[in-house]
Each structure stands twice: as structure tokens, then as C-alpha cells.
């Protein structure tokens, strides 16, 4: 039997989900810093070891200069700067050898390569980066080529002692000096082909590792973002499912359904709360077939009824808002992910960087039509509200949807009403924003704002020249999460209109359309005092 992935999450309360989501980001998060900084320190030691092969080359060159010098003028100042210079050698020789020792005294060490004048803050990890790669055929090779280049440069300290001992003997031998001379250049000669040879290997090295770093660090960022972007999805939908299927029956039931029953697809607060629906339709229905149910019943049935109403109001607001703190950490890791490695790997990488941005937004956009949604309702009390000027205040709030679309939006006088002023908003804006979302290409939206005074409130029209609606179509597009242009240019989240119908249910009137494809639409709503 197959079993989807995070399926077992779906029984584990909300806030549980939340935590584990949080969670396991804070992990991964962890492990993608951990193998950064990793990466960091050992590209640093390698670049010291590369900078200590420049400080030993240029101490060698220095040191067969001195000693050419001395055999040349016989100034001792330069046998002396000799000496000095091969100190670096040797203090590298040191450090060296006692790496390779089978108990390495690191004291030793550190005492080796500060001799070998390397920067101090570098030599910790100059000695981590031996101990760990040690066995790398790139490490290794350059040990070798290492500690050739140290035999040979070696060699020039028995060599300037027989010059040494010569030039201050009775009767020094230009024929012996010469010959002595003679040698140099030709360990000079050797010991640059080594350094070369060193420096390419380094080289080598440095790249190998560069790349290994740049694939585990994309490997481990990628999993971070998609695991906890598949996380935070599948939470999501598996609260969406639930929560509309509960709202799915709550509307049956209040339509006279009362055998509907909401399915219950987890044991979480949601699932708790179907089993809670269901439990109280199945009383009520019992009730009223065998119509032994009586008024007062039924009334405390209505009363409980909108208890869970609002219960459930309130849970969809909770879990909405909930969701947006790791929503905007996966969204945000994700856009730091597009910001570091776009362009550095192949186009479709890049493609489905860009996918996943795309599946976060619609995400967050989602969450926010939810949390408007579930807030509809909740202002204390209705007051006057001047109509005029809840229109200029949806103007300016989309004055730049308005200009880029050149739309051409006006408005009758509009009358003072009493209602909710932030609902009413939103019901001007949705019917406004959707005339210019739906419009035929190349065409300019042109949509008309009018009002006139009915029996019991007032009736209110806006027209707009869009796609219009197909008949069929037109029996459902109050209901939540009904999408009649899926995956086009005009998709939407379905919650628009189906928030316009509960704010217009809210100030106690109804809202309707007519309409035809290619010909606009005209959408019309009552008004009345909701108090």
C-alpha cells in the first residue's frame, strides 16, 4: 500500500504541524550554515597553503640570490641573509615532518609553520585541512612534490658551507668557487620546475574543491527550500480540504440538507470539528424525521449551530494567520536561494528556482483572501458610511492596477448608507478589480459605478465591458473556491465574489449578475440597514 509522503502529519494538531514545519526549516537551516562555514574555513586553508608556497618559493629564490652574492663580493652580510632565508625552509621542513609523524606533537607544528613566516590566524586550519584531506591524490601529490622540493633546496646549505669554508680559506681556488657557483642554477633550475608543479596541483586542488563545495551547498539549500515548501503545502491543503468540506456541509445543512454530513479526512482541531457538525446534524435530523423535535429545541439547535458558525469562522481566521509565519520563511529562504545561485547552473535549475517563488506567492496570496474572508463580520457596530467615499479610496488603493491597465472607471452620485465600512470596501473593490481583470485582450476596461434608491434599501449596479459570463457559469460564482478560468491568465483564488455575497448577506440584502460571453457583465446588490 502506497502512503503518500507527510501523510501521517494530517492526525497532529495544527499547532504541532506548525512547530514540526518550523522545526525541521530551523534543521535543515542548521546543516546548510554548518556546511557553509565548513566549506569556507578549508577554501581558506588551501588558499594559505597556496600563499605559504609563495612565501617559501620567494625565501629559496632569496636565499640562492644572497648566496650567488656572497661568492661574488664576499660580503658577509649576504651569507647572513642566505641563512635567514633558509630559515623558512626549514621551519617549513619542520612542520612538515612532523605532520607525517605517526603522533604528530601539533605544538611542534604551529612552531614549524610560524618559522616558515605564514600568517598565524591561517595555521590552525592549514594543519585541519592536512589532517582531513590528507588522503586526497591532490593533498598528497603536493606533499610529495613538497618534500622533493625541500631535498633540493637542502642542498644549497652543504654548498654555501664548502663555499664558505673555501672563500675564507688560505688560498681560496677560483676554480673551486666557480664550480660551486655553477651548481647553483641548476638547483635554482629544479627547485622552480617543483614550485610550478606545486602551484599547479594547489591549483587543481583548489578548483576540485570549489566545485564539490558549490554542488553540496546548492544540494542542501535546495532540499531546505523544497522540503519545507512541501511541508507548508501540504499542511496547507490538508487544513483547506478540510475546512471546505465543513463549509461545504454548513451551507447544505442551512439550505434544509440536513442529512448532509462533512467528511472527516484527519483527527486534528478540523477533524474534531466535523465529527462536532456532524454529530449535531445527525441530531437534528433524527429530530425532525421522527418530528418529535420541538420549537425550543429547535431553536437551541439554531443557537448551537451558530456557535460552531462562529467557531468555525473563527478557526479559519487562526489557521490562516497561523500559516503565514512559515510560509514567509519558506518564501523567504527561497528568494535568498534565487538570489545567490540564480544564473550559476543551467537554465532549468534556474526554471524551477522561479517555480517554486511562483507556488509560494500563490500561496501567500491565498492565505490573505482567507484571513479577509474569515474577517468579514467581525466590526462591532454599523455606522453612515458616504459610499463616494469608500469609491475614491478603491481608486486610489489600485490607482496603479488603473494606470497600467488605462482603465476608465467613473461613478453616479453614490448614496450615505449604514453598514461596515471596510467590508463595504472590500465589496467595491473586488467587483471593480474583477472588471478589469477579465477583459479580452487588447481591450480597455470601462466600468460604470451607479446607485439609485429601492423599496427597503438600496440598489446598487456595476457594469463593466469584460469577457462576461457563461450561463451555466452563473448559478455558482458566489460560492467559495469556484474558479471559472482555471490555470489562464484570469485565474483567480475563487474567494472574490464569494466574499462580496457574504458582505452584501451581511448588510442583510442579495447580490446577483447578468451577463453574456463577450458582451460584460452587469453585477447588482441590495443594500439594507444591517442593525
Given amino acids: 500500500m502506497k502512503v503518500a509522503p507527510f501523510s501521517w502529519i494530517k492526525n497532529v494538531s495544527i499547532a504541532r504541524k506548525l512547530y514540526f514545519t518550523v522545526g525541521i526549516m530551523a534543521s535543515l537551516i542548521a546543516i546548510e550554515l554548518f556546511a557553509l562555514i565548513f566549506s569556507i574555513t578549508t577554501l581558506s586553508s588551501l588558499r594559505a597553503y597556496v600563499g605559504g608556497e609563495g612565501l617559501w618559493s620567494k625565501a629559496q629564490k632569496d636565499a640562492v640570490y644572497n648566496l650567488g652574492s656572497y661568492a661574488m ?66 593533498i598528497r601529490r603536493a606533499s610529495t612534490l613538497w618534500g622533493q622540493a625541500e631535498a633540493d633546496a637542502l642542498k644549497l646549505l652543504p654548498l654555501s658551507q664548502q663555499l664558505y669554508q673555501e672563500i675564507h680559506g688560505s688560498s681560496p681556488s677560483p676554480e673551486k668557487i666557480a664550480g660551486l657557483l655553477a651548481q ?27 566545485s564539490v563545495v558549490l554542488k553540496l551547498l546548492f544540494i542542501i539549500a535546495l532540499t531546505v527550500e523544497s522540503s519545507g515548501l512541501i511541508l507548508a503545502i501540504s499542511v496547507s491543503r490538508s487544513i483547506q480540504k478540510g475546512l471546505n468540506e465543513i463549509i461545504s456541509a454548513a451551507n447544505a445543512f442551512a439550505k434544509g440538507d440536513y442529512a448532509t454530513r462533512a467528511k ?53 481566521y487562526v489557521a490562516s494567520h497561523d500559516l503565514q509565519e512559515p510560509l514567509n520563511t519558506v518564501s523567504g529562504f527561497v528568494n535568498l536561494l534565487a538570489f545567490q545561485y540564480r544564473g550559476r547552473f543551467d537554465k532549468d535549475m534556474d526554471e524551477q528556482i522561479n517555480f517554486i517563488l511562483e507556488a509560494s506567492a500563490r500561496m501567500k496570496k491565498l492565505i490573505q483572501v482567507l484571513l479577509d474572508y474569515s474577517r468579514i463580520g467581525k466590526s462591532d457596530l454599523p455606522e453612515l458610511v458616504d459610499c463616494n467615499e469608500i469609491f475614491n479610496h478603491v481608486l486610489a488603493d489600485i490607482g496603479a492596477r488603473i494606470i497600467q491597465n488605462e482603465a476608465v472607471i467613473t461613478s453616479g452620485h453614490l448614496p450615505t448608507v449604514k453598514g461596515y465600512p471596510t467590508e463595504l470596501k472590500l465589496l467595491f473593490q473586488n467587483l471593480i478589480t474583477n472588471g478589469i ?17 429601492a423599496e427597503d434599501g438600496w440598489l446598487f449596479e456595476v457594469s463593466d465591458n469584460g469577457i462576461g459570463i457563461k450561463k451555466e457559469h452563473i448559478s455558482r460564482i458566489f460560492t467559495i473556491f469556484q474558479k471559472l478560468h482555471p490555470r489562464t491568465e484570469y485565474d483567480g483564488s475563487g474567494i472574490g465574489l464569494a466574499q462580496c455575497a457574504k458582505i452584501v448577506g451581511l448588510h442583510k440584502g442579495e447580490i446577483w449578475v447578468e451577463s453574456e460571453p463577450g458582451k460584460g457583465s452587469r453585477f447588482y446588490f441590495i443594500l439594507r440597514n444591517p442593525a
Fill in 264 to 316: 472527516v479526512y484527519s483527527h486534528d482541531e478540523i477533524g474534531k470539528l466535523a465529527l462536532a457538525f456532524n454529530e449535531m446534524s445527525a441530531k437534528l435530523d433524527k429530530a425532525i424525521s421522527t418530528q418529535s423535535i420541538n420549537e425550543a429545541a429547535l431553536s437551541e439547535s439554531n443557537r448551537e449551530l451558530e456557535i460552531k458558525n462562529n467557531e468555525l469562522s473563527q478557526f479559519a
Fill in 73 to 138: 663580493t664576499r660580503n658577509e652580510t649576504y651569507y647572513l641573509h642566505f641563512k635567514e632565508y633558509m630559515k623558512v625552509v626549514l621551519g617549513d621542513r619542520k612542520a612538515r615532518m612532523e605532520m607525517g609523524a605517526l603522533h604528530p606533537d601539533w605544538d611542534k607544528v604551529k612552531e614549524g609553520f610560524l618559522e616558515g613566516r605564514n600568517n598565524p590566524d591561517d595555521i590552525d586550519g592549514m594543519i585541519k585541512l592536512f589532517r582531513r584531506f590528507s588522503n586526497i591524490s591532490y
Fill in 184 to 210: 647553483i642554477p641548476v638547483l635554482n633550475d629544479e627547485l622552480t620546475k617543483l614550485e610550478d608543479e606545486f602551484s599547479y596541483t594547489l591549483g587543481e586542488g583548489s578548483r576540485w574543491l570549489e
Fill in 437 to 453: 481583470k477579465f477583459q479580452m485582450p487588447g481591450n480597455r476596461a470601462v466600468i460604470r459605478v451607479e446607485a439609485k434608491k
